[in-house]
């Protein structure tokens, strides 16, 4: 009866040095897995979140830039046009298109 149970004892502490082993295997293959795939995303020239965040702020502040720019546009046009109605701008000089390029 006792060399049964030598037997089954020896067979679980094989069972379970084999387990340990396994585990420590697939940590080990978790962890190189992890950091290849670190390597892998790195090459690829993804950016960072902050570096998202700074650019995303730069075009909203670019956006309402831009907005500002159109309505003052937009003001100096109806000024000029406001000056045709009336008759107030003045017509250039003869001989002068206003395309002329001076550099040319």
Known sequence: ???QNRFFED?????NGAAGTVAGMTR???DGMR????EWV???DFVSRDEFEAVKAMAATAREEVKEL???LAAIEGGKNRKAATG???SPPA???GLENPEE
């Open 70 to 72: 159109q309505a003052r």
């Open 1 to 3: 009866m006792q060399s």
């Open 95 to 97: 001989g002068v298109t």
């Open 88 to 90: 107030e701008v003045k």
């Open 28 to 30: 080990e293959a978790q």
């Open 11 to 15: 067979f679980v502490k094989i069972m």
């Open 35 to 38: 950091e290849r795939m670190k």
């Open 42 to 44: 790195a090459g690829m």
